[in-house]
């Protein structure tokens, strides 16, 4: 048991790292929403099925629909769009390091608007070192000739703020309630689907299909794998391993993005963009164990 356990820690580390190359292909052919928009719906489907299979869904649950709502646009609609048009804009393993960042996001919604978190030597010093990676990264200082684009950066800024957010929201209005974790994740992609499609220009969508390496990315790598398997493979970790020491796969994805974007899209990999990741990392980690409890970010 123990090793499905962390053979499904390692699979779901290597799921999200990888999900940025594929948001870089099919930026290529269709738009972020589009991405979006079939990247939920590959995703929903086996969630759904997952959750119909554990009678997880309750008529019941209606009555928090609103609080559903908020969270399919916080956890999934604006934070998938900002990560699919970031990735556009930016080398995927930028992009994938950037992500990393999203537990310092996390701690700061949280102090703001929960007034919960410790603020002590340990924690500052985690804010310091990750946003000082955040901005080794961003290098506004060179007046964008670094080759980073700033838009994009502010792109995946604004994804992680969002999710980070959603925690804050989830934690003040349904961490009582007594709806499972898989019932709320399909309530919330569900939600979003529907969201995304309303807004959603189809119009050049069936593009992706020029590309078959694209497509199945996108299908098969962001959607089925890398929202609806994701979902159930973080669950299975958070009830076996428990939340904190579940929280740890958060430092793999910008790891394997890295590597990836250098490895498939020949993406140049400099030392400062090493050693933001460290900083980036090293500031995650000092933030948590310096904290009372280490809050488990959601990712994709």
Request: aromatic share 12%; with cysteine; hydrophobic share 55%.
């Amino acid at each position: 048991m123990k090793n499905r356990v962390y053979g499904a820690f390692a699979l779901l580390g290597l799921i999200w790292g990888s999900n940025f190359i594929f948001m870089k292909w099919a930026s290529a052919l269709i738009s972020p929403g589009q991405i979006v928009l079939l990247r939920i719906l590959c995703g929903f489907v086996p969630l759904l099925l997952f959750a119909l299979a554990r009678r997880s869904l309750k008529w019941r649950h209606l009555r928090d629909t609103h609080h559903f709502a908020v969270m399919a646009l916080l956890a999934t609609a604006v934070y998938y769009f900002a990560f699919a048009k970031g990735s556009a804009l930016l080398p995927s393993g930028i992009a994938g390091m950037l992500s990393g960042a999203i537990p310092l996001f996390s701690f700061v919604v949280a102090f703001v608007f929960l007034r919960q978190e410790p603020i002590n030597q340990r924690t500052l010093l985690g804010l310091a070192l990750g946003f000082g990676g955040v901005l080794m990264i961003a290098r506004p200082w060179s007046g964008g000739d670094a080759g980073v684009n700033t838009q994009g950066v502010l792109y995946m800024i604004a994804g992680s703020l969002s999710v980070g957010s959603s925690f804050v929201y989830a934690r003040l209005f349904l961490v009582n309630k007594d709806i499972s974790p898989v019932a709320l994740s399909t309530y919330q992609i569900g939600l979003a689907l529907l969201m995304v499609f309303l807004v959603t220009d189809l119009r050049g969508i069936e593009r992706i299909l020029e590309d078959k390496i694209a497509l199945s990315g996108l299908v098969f790598g962001l959607g089925l794998t890398g929202t609806g398997i994701a979902f159930i493979l973080y669950y299975f970790i958070v009830e076996r391993l428990g939340a904190v020491r579940a929280a740890g796969v958060t430092y793999i994805p910008p790891v394997v993005a890295m590597l990836i974007g250098s490895v498939l899209a020949r993406e140049a990999l400099l030392p400062a963009s090493a050693v933001a990741l460290l900083l980036i990392s090293g500031g995650v980690y000092v933030l948590q164990t310096g904290k009372k409890q280490a809050q488990v970010p959601l990712r994709p």
